[in-house]
Antibody, heavy 120, light 108 residues
Framework: QVQLQQWGAGLLKPSETLSLTCAVA????????WTWIRQPPGKGLVLIGE???????NYNPTFMSRVTMSIDTSKNLLSLELSSVTAADAGVYYC??????????????WGQGTLVTVSS | SSDLTQDPAVSVALGQTVRITCQGD??????ASWYQQKPGQAPVVVMY???KRPSGIPDRFSTFRSGYTASLTITGAQAEDEADYYC???????????FGGGTKVTVL
């Protein structure tokens, strides 16, 4: 059973860079999509982007200019950086594993979430 | 406008049946996956593909797709089913994945 454990700075000032890391235990990076998803307070889920085991990324156009995702397969780590944060970037950030079964895609494992607050 | 549209809230009496819908252009080509989220917790997948249920999910959950609409049905809703439910599928305008706005299910 794969487990995702995430961490990172929870309090940022406007214009700073959000940086989160997600450790993957009990599973391989290969064959999956690794994603970051955020949830503003009281609102719904938004996919920030995805990265595969070879490092190929696919970002939500909304975040394209500010986001960088990376993986370190030797350490089983997934990372997210989101630059120039504003109050609108506050919320809970999740790492999640995307799984393709034949033609079906779903997010089968999630991290515990990291609450990010942006305040001056 | 959102790629996937869900009703904000629905209520159901204990033991009765409730259907949650998700509308979007991409649903004609892709099946939706469905996630249950309880307060303070990460989402959990409850259904995916053509009526497929991950291990451990009760069989009172089922899905159906017709045209541009996907639906999640809870037959015999239990108190523990009270949660927010999100659908997810491909974005109609690109090659990334999107979520619906979520439906809050209240079990009366």
């Amino acid at each position: 059973q794969v487990q995702l454990q995430q961490w990172g700075a929870g309090l940022l000032k406007p214009s700073e860079t959000l940086s989160l890391t997600c450790a993957v235990a009990g599973g391989s990076f290969s064959g999956f999509y690794w994603t970051w998803i955020r949830q503003p307070p009281g609102k719904g889920l938004v996919l920030i982007g995805e990265i595969n085991h070879s490092g190929r990324t696919n970002y939500n156009p909304t975040f394209m200019s500010r986001v960088t995702m990376s993986i370190d397969t030797s350490k089983n780590l997934l990372s997210l950086e989101l630059s120039s944060v504003t109050a609108a970037d506050a919320g809970v950030y999740y790492c999640a594993r995307g799984l393709v079964v034949v033609a079906d895609f779903y997010f089968d494992s999630w991290g515990q979430g990291t609450l990010v607050t942006v305040s001056s | 406008s959102s790629d996937l549209t869900q009703d904000p809230a629905v209520s159901v009496a204990l033991g009765q049946t409730v259907r949650i819908t998700c509308q979007g252009d991409s649903l004609r080509s892709y099946y939706a996956s469905w996630y249950q989220q309880k307060p303070g917790q990460a989402p959990v997948v409850v259904m995916y593909g053509r009526n497929k249920r991950p291990s451990g999910i009760p069989d009172r959950f089922s899905t159906f797709r017709s045209g541009y609409t996907a639906s999640l049905t809870i037959t015999g809703a239990q108190a523990e089913d009270e949660a927010d439910y999100y659908c997810s599928s491909r974005a109609s305008s690109g090659n990334h994945w999107v979520f619906g706005g979520g439906t809050k299910v209240t079990v009366l």
